[in-house]
């Protein structure tokens, strides 16, 4: 198993970002909010999950090895695969994951794209008790990579994930009093608020 990749940051893209490992070319899929700390040309270190199908190897990148390790456990639950698991990570952090399993918050898990009122019960059925207790805060941040505006870094991410335009503009819309109140807007917390904002007007 490829635990972590370090290297140079060659490409990014939506959903891909490509580390340079020793002169070969790491094409890792990551989450939005874990892309928007990446900087073309800059080193950088993911922790990594490979997923071996019998068409494909894909590698998935996270920020740190918590997310590694809670993006494996959530694959354990029946109809949950990479996508769905790293899609969860996109809108909730482990520890938000941690607090709607232990409060059985099937709310808070239905905002994910793709999670209806049964999955949220059966993740929360299948869950229960396995990814242990919120850490609290501690992690690293997610912060806005240099040359991009909170609002450009906001919008791909929402359009990576697959929401129309539209959407997009209104979720960025919805979070900028968030935004503007803080010296440095934090891609990875706005992202979630925007998922949230969308999950409402749904």
Not at 6 to 32: H, K, Y
Not at 56 to 75: H, I, K, M, N, P
Not at 123 to 132: A, H, T, V
Request: glycine share 10%.
């Amino acid at each position: 198993m490829i635990a972590f990749v370090s290297g140079q940051v060659a490409a990014l893209a939506p959903d891909t970002a490509v580390i340079e490992v020793g002169g070969v070319g790491m094409a890792v899929q990551c989450a939005p909010n874990t892309l928007a700390a990446l900087r073309v040309g800059r080193p950088a270190r993911l922790s990594t999950s490979l997923v071996v199908r019998e068409d494909s190897l894909t590698l998935y990148g996270f920020a740190d090895d918590d997310e590694r390790q809670v993006f494996e456990l959530l694959q354990t639950v029946s109809g949950v695969g990479p996508r769905l698991a790293q899609t969860m990570l996109a809108v909730h952090a482990p520890d938000a994951l941690r607090t709607a399993v232990a409060a059985g918050d099937e709310k808070a898990l239905t905002a994910v794209p793709g999670i209806g009122k049964k999955g949220a019960q059966r993740l929360l059925l299948e869950l229960k008790d396995r990814l242990g207790a919120p850490q609290g805060p501690g992690g690293p941040a997610v912060g806005t990579p240099a040359g991009a505006s909170w609002r450009e870094q906001l919008h791909a991410a929402l359009l990576g994930l697959g929401y129309a335009t539209r959407e997009a503009d209104e979720a960025v819309a919805a979070v900028a009093p968030q935004a503007e109140a803080a010296a440095e807007p934090n891609v990875g917390a706005l992202l979630r608020s925007a998922l949230q904002s969308l999950n409402r007007t749904r």
